[in-house]
């Protein structure tokens, strides 16, 4: 019988054991950036930025050159890498306490620049790695450590949609926000983090990618459970959807 | 620039001697009064052909300074105190993932917004860490605009040297004056600097990863043993101004534009006769420890003076435990002092004895 492989790890990824929670969609996001930097060329001249929170082991996944930013400062230290070395391909990865949290001044002010670089945001309106607590992303209603009964919009205000928001800066190039949650929005997952990376490699400016993943663990769901939670909770709050593209402006 | 002698200010000469040492990313923000760095470096980096960045905070331009830095370029930020509060973490982290970049100081008074006036306020901060953690960070501190220029072109040689941090801190005065400053010849940085660890993409080698972050069992014992091991290696760093020490039996113990202005007083109180003598720490950090004690060995007696409420005296009279002490005079950040102020308290401790 003849063989064929079709399906593959990327080599750029690791070929470890996970320490990411079972049904955890960092994996899945990990090798599509991994995925992405191979289709483009691009592995041996990336510097990585992870930053703080479950992800900041990314350089144990992705074999790139990596730097490890404080809280929250990813985007900045990106640009220090890509003033430094213009022609490096840079990312950061971040997650949502990180980026809309204690990090918003860095991440606005980056995209507001026009960064040559490239961010990879992971939103699963929790604070993962601290046990649970409420992002600026947790949804109205949604329980957690720090808001035992619920998301209340009066007093914690409502979840940040940072897509919508870095779109609305004039030197963004790309913006857009994806979920990988089914084999339809994984393909549309892949094409906004590769259109994310384009922007830099073309010198079109600053790409920004969201993509809506599960934390069962802080959810307190099954697997299943939580990736269901993202088609019937998440993506109603947090519509999918390019909010900005350069090369589709006139 | 030439080698003919320029008349500009100690911000400017701080300016100059980053550009003559192939510093090549600048990242700042402004504050007073020190703005007269990124003034001159928004036009003289990029016609250096290196890169410039108004950041958003100064939280954000020491994590510039960071990332330029994890990848083998000469990089500086610069500010002034409330500012270098700020740079505390991105500090602590460099300090921890072993990163060279420089970091400039025009000390003003404090605490909270102060005034923009001369303080050396900020010694403990600067010497002692500064940030979370155990580490330790080189601190030149400079007292004529020449050494604003020749302290700020050694400091990035340091930070290679020991993959470290280094602080230069000065003041108010020493950034505002204007002197007569001899520029040196720019020396081309060895492209190979750096090569070990820097950041370049990982090309055909493994990825390399600069982080501070060490959870496995024992890994940050180990590596708060090599950092412990390493700053007591920047030992061989120490500099120092020894003025009419030699035969002094009361010595003045004072740095930066406060050693300066020390030296006038003790200048002139040697011409009225009396034996006394300045010993300026030009670092810091590695204190001159030794080489005070030595000076107690013969039987000096020491007066620290200082533009805060008593700081460096702390580490004067524990370089001189056990068989000396040091007096203490503050003059208050909020105030300039003139060499005239500083005589009487000189005066009075030369009779203390």
């Not at chain 2, 016609?47 to 370029?73: H, R, T």
């Not at chain 2, 003003?108 to 002692?128: A, E, H, M, N, T």
């Amino acid at each position: 019988m003849n063989e064929q492989l079709v399906f593959d790890r990327p080599a750029v990824l690791a070929d470890v054991a996970t320490h990411y929670c079972p049904g955890c969609q960092h994996g899945v996001i990990h090798r599509i950036v991994a995925e992405c930097l191979e289709e483009f060329g691009v592995v041996e001249k990336t510097i990585a930025v992870s930053a703080i929170g479950c992800s900041v082991f990314l350089y144990n996944y992705i074999l790139v050159d990596t730097v490890e930013a404080p809280h929250g400062r990813a985007p900045a230290v990106a640009t220090g890498v890509k003033r430094a070395r213009s022609d490096a391909f840079v990312f950061a990865y971040q997650g949502d306490g990180d980026l809309a949290s204690i990090g918003l001044a860095e991440i606005m002010h980056a995209a507001n620049r026009g960064e040559r670089i490239s961010v990879v945001f992971v939103n699963n309106t929790v604070y993962g790695m601290t046990g649970g607590q409420m992002a600026p992303t947790t949804m109205i209603g949604q329980k957690t450590t720090t808001c035992p009964g619920g998301r209340c919009a009066e007093r914690e205000g409502g979840p940040m949609r940072m897509a919508e928001i870095i779109a609305g800066l004039d030197s963004v190039a790309y913006s857009a926000r994806a979920a990988v949650n089914n084999i339809k929005n994984l393909a549309q997952a892949k094409r906004a983090v590769r259109r994310a990376f384009e922007t830099q490699i073309t010198g079109e400016g600053f790409g920004f990618v969201e993509l809506l993943a599960t934390c069962p663990t802080n959810w307190k769901l099954s697997p299943t459970k939580a990736n269901e939670r993202i088609a019937k909770e998440m993506i109603p709050g947090f519509p999918l959807g390019v909010f900005k593209d350069v090369a589709k402006e006139d | 620039m030439s080698a003919k002698r320029v008349f500009i200010k100690g911000n400017e000469a701080v300016a100059y001697g980053a550009l003559a040492a192939g510093c090549r990313c600048y990242f700042g923000y402004p504050i007073t009064p020190q703005n007269e760095i990124p003034e001159l470096l928004s036009s003289a980096m990029p016609a250096a052909g290196g890169e410039f960045v108004q950041a958003e905070s100064e939280v954000a331009a020491a994590n510039m300074l960071l990332g330029a830095a994890a990848c083998g370029v000469r990089a500086m930020t610069t500010s002034s105190s409330p500012g270098v509060s700020l740079m505390q973490e991105a500090i602590s982290y460099m300090a921890g993932s072993e990163l060279p970049g420089v970091i400039v100081n025009m000390n003003r008074g404090g605490p909270g917004l102060g005034d923009i006036g001369p303080s050396q306020g900020d010694y403990f901060q600067s010497v002692k860490g500064g940030g979370h953690g155990d580490y330790r960070t080189l601190v030149l501190a400079p007292a004529t605009c020449q050494e604003c220029y020749d302290l700020t072109f050694a400091a990035f040689e340091l930070a290679f040297k020991y993959r470290n941090p280094v602080l230069i801190l000065g003041d108010a005065i020493v950034g505002q004056m204007k002197e007569p400053v001899a520029p040196r010849a720019d020396v081309p940085v060895d492209p190979a600097e750096g090569g070990g660890w820097k950041l370049t993409g990982r090309g055909q080698r493994a990825p390399r990863i600069l982080k501070s972050l060490f959870l496995e069992d024992g890994a940050l014992a180990g590596q708060n043993q090599r950092l412990k091991d390493k700053y007591e290696s920047m030992r061989a760093e120490v500099r120092y101004e020894a003025f009419e020490t030699a035969d002094a039996q009361l010595v003045v113990v004072a740095y930066g534009s406060i050693g300066r202005i020390a030296k006038s007083a003790v200048r002139a109180l040697r011409a009225a006769g009396l034996k006394v003598g300045l010993f300026r720490p030009i670092t810091l950090f590695p204190f001159p420890e030794a080489e005070l004690r030595a000076l107690a060995g013969e039987g000096k007696r020491f007066l620290t003076i200082e533009h805060n409420l008593g700081q460096m005296v702390d580490d004067v009279r524990l370089a001189v435990r056990g068989i000396a002490d040091s007096e203490f005079f503050g003059f208050f950040p909020g105030n300039m002092p003139t060499p005239e102020e500083f005589e009487a308290p000189i005066r009075a401790a030369v009779k203390g004895a």
